[in-house]
């Protein structure tokens, strides 16, 4: 599979996740009214114990946890992932941090740990969260399972 046909999966993968870890690669945000389903039902902002606002538990919550904390992966596992990406401390906003973020990541290639992440097939569902540091740097994680 060509490298631009993988990176254009997954940038698509990504920008139809939502923070819930139980519903990684299912959910999408739906704006500040909350989440929906990938068929469109809605989902309480709530159900993942966060208020979309990258204060709970979710992977918004992990990734505002690292951006507090200054420290990239400070949350791993929070979320029961078994793999993650994080772009720390990017100029934001998110829409244009993350394309160049991913792409970074990607061009690793093989033996950095990232670019496994993104290409590997045991991993099937991915979620993605921000937070936002004092600064107004954007942080950005990327769970797999």
């Not at 068929?39 to 507090?68: I, K, R």
Request: proline content about 4%.
């Amino acid at each position: 599979m060509s490298r631009a046909l993988v990176l254009t999966a997954l940038v698509v993968s990504l920008a139809s996740c939502g923070d819930d870890p139980s519903q990684l690669g299912r959910t999408t945000r739906s704006g500040s009214s909350g989440k929906t389903s990938g068929d469109g039902t809605s989902v309480s902002p709530d159900d993942d114990g966060s208020s979309g606002t990258g204060t709970g538990t979710g992977t918004d919550g992990e990734a505002q946890s690292d951006s507090t904390t200054n420290r990239a992966h400070g949350a791993f596992g929070k979320c029961g992932e078994f793999a993650q990406n994080e772009c720390p401390g990017w100029a934001g906003p998110a829409t244009t941090m993350i394309p160049g973020c991913l792409k970074a990541m990607y061009g690793e290639g093989p033996g950095g740990g990232h670019y496994e992440a993104m290409v590997s097939t045991k991993y099937t569902k991915v979620s993605c969260g921000f937070g936002t540091a004092a600064g107004g740097a954007v942080w950005s994680v990327q769970n797999f399972r």
